[in-house]
């Protein structure tokens, strides 16, 4: 016995459009409004599955090690059988570094991940937000970590030169009074 070679699409294409396996063709009153109406089901589930699928990757990509596994994604099952992704998400490490340095870097790259999307969510723009006050937050603490430095070796440098021109002027007994009046003030 001899048997015809085709594939499942073909035999389901020839039903849909009426034909019969005969070759004949019959016609069945609202089949081809139907057929367009699941096609176009189809192809919207299919957009929205690269859509969201593209938009986690760009996640990932700027997340620069940050990333906490890969995307997770909900699924719709679509009139043909098939699972399509129509949410998704990347989980990403938000906590501060060891240091102010560190955070503020760390800050930024987390701004870069929400934000790598060419069409973040409201989720994504929060999640930018968050690592915009995170960064000023470091940034405030790094310059009182410098003004401190800097106001210590300020003092210490005030305190020697006082300190020297004391004893400079130890032989004039009113002026070195008043350094060490001023060293104590």
């Known amino acids: 016995m001899i048997g015809s070679v085709g594939s499942a699409s073909s035999l389901a294409y020839a039903l849909t459009h009426g034909q019969r396996g005969d070759g ?9 409004s139907s057929d367009m109406t699941t096609q176009q089901q189809i192809n919207k589930l299919r957009m929205t599955d690269q859509k969201v699928r593209q938009h986690e990757q760009a996640h990932l990509s700027a997340a620069s ?5 890969g995307a997770v994604f909900q ?12 949410a998704g998400e990347v989980q990403i490490d938000v906590s501060p570094g060891r240091d102010a ?24 723009q929060a999640v ?41 002027a130890y032989s004039e007994p009113a002026v070195a009074a008043g350094i060490l009046f001023h060293i104590q003030a």
Not at 24 to 32: P, Y
Not at 105 to 123: F, G, H, L, V, W
């Open 128 to 168: 930018a937000a968050a690592a915009a006050q995170m960064e000023l937050r470091a940034s405030a603490e790094l310059s009182r970590q410098k003004l401190e430095e800097d106001s210590g070796a300020a003092k210490t440098d005030e305190s020697g030169l006082l300190l020297k021109r004391a004893l400079q």
């Open 24 to 32: 004949s063709v019959s016609r069945q009153a609202g089949t081809d």
């Open 101 to 124: 340095k560190e955070t503020i870097d760390k800050a930024r790259r987390i701004r870069a991940a929400a934000m790598a999307p060419s069409d973040p969510s409201a989720q994504d």
């Open 75 to 86: 699924y719709q099952r679509g009139p043909d059988g098939k699972n399509y992704a129509v």
């Open 65 to 69: 090690g940050l990333g906490i596994g």
